[in-house]
């Protein structure tokens, strides 16, 4: 999942320990030591890498490396320079609404591989840094309009194991900003029409996508979730049940985007 080829020249060498802070302590009081360490490397120059369970258009390269090695385990840090695109093709609606997300990064991106051995060993790698435009199903607005999402700094993680492949992406949304001042602009609120009630909310405010790879590097199930923060929602409820709602707590759609009275969890 992490192929590095090539050399590089090491700038400098230690030994690592872990050990642990006492609560309220300093540095300088250090508990005992958990294991007998690692021995720590640092990399310097021109270092590609495969990453064949991203997939993208080709090797990255590392700027420079953190190298790690213990007995039973691996861990290589650096920043990866140049860009880097690449389509995650979720879940199937119909042919007209494939999910996907499209991630991209045209300077750098944080790379951290963790590797462990054994039975119950396997690979991890975390990528930050990552701009992220998804392409959602679900949840349609009330207008049947796909919510817009998109995310200068997300996060990417995959493992591998036993089990398979699986990937999740975090990420909080980047407001659009004004191309003169560069302060935030405002965006139109959303409203969605669910069983029993009608909710009005802000933009969406986060995403988490969780599931398997397959071989093709497609995330054939999974979840996926949207937080918005919400204006009001009015429910919708039949007698005996209708209750008398005060127009005065309902938010005005310029006011939507702070103070929410809520939050509103969409989930595939």
């Known amino acids: 999942m992490f192929q590095p080829s090539g050399t590089a020249r090491l700038s400098r060498a230690w030994w690592t320990l872990p050990v642990a802070l006492p609560h309220g302590g300093s540095p300088l009081n250090l ?8 021995l720590a490397l640092r990399a310097d120059g021109a270092i590609p890498v495969q990453l064949p369970a991203l997939d993208p258009a080709g090797p990255v390269v ?31 609606f119909d042919e007209q609404r494939r999910s996907r997300l499209e991630l991209r990064a045209a300077k750098s991106v944080s790379l951290s591989c963790n590797a462990k051995a054994g039975a119950a060993g396997g690979e991890t ?44 992406i975090e990420a909080s949304s980047s407001p659009p900003k004004d191309s003169v001042s ?24 986060e995403l988490r996508v969780f599931g398997s790879l397959s071989g093709r590097g497609e995330m054939d199930d999974g979840s996926a979730t949207l937080r ?4 009001f929602l009015l429910p919708m409820l039949p007698d005996p049940y209708a209750a008398n709602i005060s127009l005065s707590r309902l938010r005005p759609a310029q006011r939507q985007n702070s103070a929410p009275a809520g939050n509103l969890l969409a989930s595939r």
């Open 31 to 38: 508990g005992e030591a958990a294991g007998v360490g690692a």
């Open 62 to 92: 590392l700027n420079s490396a953190y190298v790690a090695v213990e007995a039973g385990g691996l861990t290589v840090d650096g920043t990866a320079a140049g860009a880097y695109k690449q389509t995650l093709q979720l879940w199937n």
């Open 125 to 168: 790698l975390a990528a930050d840094g990552i701009e992220c435009v998804a392409q959602l199903d679900r949840p349609l607005t009330a207008a049947n309009q796909r919510v817009p999402f998109f995310s200068k700094n997300a996060r990417m993680e995959v493992s591998s194991s036993a089990a398979g492949l699986r990937a999740g």
């Open 182 to 205: 560069g302060l935030p602009l405002n965006q139109p609120g959303l409203s969605f029409a669910v069983v029993n009630a009608f909710a009005a909310t802000g933009p969406a405010l």
């Open 228 to 231: 918005f923060a919400v204006a």
